[in-house]
């Protein structure tokens, strides 16, 4: 099936929004929208009691941000390899959990590197990925703002820096001063992926820090306005931008980053930037602020 979706930002207008099924028949479709899920800010301590009150807002203020695939950008730099240490720990964690529990064993692998990033009116997700403070993240999370409160799984909260963006692929990179102890992710890049096989989401839908999904890849290359994601049925919802989408083993195959719907919240078609593509501009962003 070929789409042809206009994205909608914030302003948007709903009369432009469409899609194009080539073959099918001539009953209306409701119009969808492809929306990046960052969630407007809501404070800490009243969402517990007030999550219903939280959701509603959430769909109330429209908060979808669309992004142009007009740009275009050339990424030269690869991402590093991760280290064998790391790997080694990743193997262990897989061998070491309950076979019949996949997710457990992924999330475990993980979650200490997943991290929530306010910006003072919106939230968003992210993933530490190097031993230097580097986290992946969405642009559109960190839109307008050099500087962001980041939120450790343990619950710290420390300043975060963005350190650039690179917009045309929605990939941003903030650099806190990681506490002593904390693993990085390992980044999947040159994994081949495979239609079915798990896909685990982590990151603070509705600031619901640390939350947790499963799912599948359902396509490792779907193409929405010249950009490719990879596709997944795990949920994602407001708030779970610029987290990431892990296997089985708790590595990083996706920055999650998009919803498919008609309501504007999960309808079970998610995207995520292919990790490989995350990485890559994350090397390319760090490189040029490198002082």
Known sequence: MDWDQAWIGPWGDDAATRVANEGASDEPIAAPVVAHP??????RSRRAATAALVAASLAATGFAIGRSATHTTTIVQTAATPTSAVVARLASTAAGSNSTQPVVAAAAAVESAVVEIDTGHALGSGVLYDRAGHILTAAHVVQGVSRVTVRLADGTRIAGTVVGDDSANDVAVV????????????????????????????????????????GVVSAIARVLNGSTYVQTDAAINSG?????????????????????STSGD??????????????????SIVAANAT
């Open 38 to 43: 960052a969630a407007p800010r809501a404070p």
């Open 175 to 214: 650099a806190i001063q990681p506490p002593a102890g904390i693993t990085p992710a390992v980044l999947a890049t040159g994994t081949k992926l495979q239609v079915g096989e798990l896909a685990v989401a982590i990151g603070s839908p509705f600031g619901l820090d640390t939350t947790v999904t499963a």
């Open 240 to 260: 779970n931008s610029g987290g990431p989408l892990v296997d089985a083993t708790g590595a990083v195959i996706g920055i999650n980053d998009a919803i498919y």
């Open 266 to 283: 999960n309808a079970g078609i998610g995207f995520a930037v292919p990790i490989t593509t995350a990485a890559a501009s994350a090397a």
